[in-house]
C-alpha cells in the first residue's frame, strides 16, 4: 500500500490526490464507526427528564435582549490583534538566520508599533473593569 502513495513528482491528474483521498477517506470512516459504535453500545433509557429540552436548570425571566459592556467585545477584539501579532512572528522565526539585520529592524518596527497601540489603549482605559 506504501508503493501507492509514493507518487512521482512529475506525475498530475487525479493519480496526485490519492494520499489526500485515502486521509479523508479513513477520517469519514473513523467518525462514522465510532458514532455507530457509541450509538450501538450507549444507554438506551429514555425517561421524561431525558427527552426535554436542556436549559441549565434556570428559569427564563425577562428579555433576552438585554444591553451588554462594550468592554467585552473589546477585550476579545484585542486577544484577536494579539493573535495576529504572535502569528506574524512565526515566519521570523523560521528565517532568523535568513533575514539578518534587515529583518531585525522590521520586527523591531513592527513590535514598536503594536506596543504603542497597547500604550493607547491603555490610556484610554480600554481594560478598566472596575465600571
Not at 453500545?41 to 427527552?51: A, F, W
Not at 494579539?82 to 528565517?95: G, H, S, T
Not at 500604550?119 to 484610554?124: N, V
Request: hydrophobic share 55%; with cysteine; aromatic share 18%.
Amino acid at each position: 500500500m506504501i508503493y501507492f502513495l509514493q507518487i512521482n513528482p512529475d506525475s498530475s491528474g487525479a493519480v496526485s490526490y490519492l494520499p489526500v483521498a485515502i486521509q479523508v477517506f479513513l477520517a469519514v470512516g473513523l467518525v462514522a464507526f465510532l458514532m455507530v459504535v457509541t450509538h450501538l453500545l450507549g444507554p438506551k433509557r429514555r425517561t421524561s427528564d431525558k427527552l426535554q429540552n436542556f436549559a441549565s436548570g434556570i428559569e427564563s425571566h425577562g428579555d433576552a435582549r438585554q444591553p451588554m459592556a462594550i468592554k467585552y467585545f473589546l477585550t476579545a477584539i484585542l486577544f484577536v490583534l494579539l493573535d495576529v501579532e504572535v502569528i506574524f512572528f512565526y515566519p521570523y522565526a523560521v528565517n532568523f538566520s535568513g533575514l539578518g539585520w534587515n529583518g531585525f529592524w522590521a520586527v523591531l518596527m513592527f513590535v514598536g508599533f503594536f506596543l504603542c497601540g497597547f500604550i493607547y489603549i491603555l490610556k484610554r482605559g480600554a481594560l478598566k473593569w472596575e465600571d
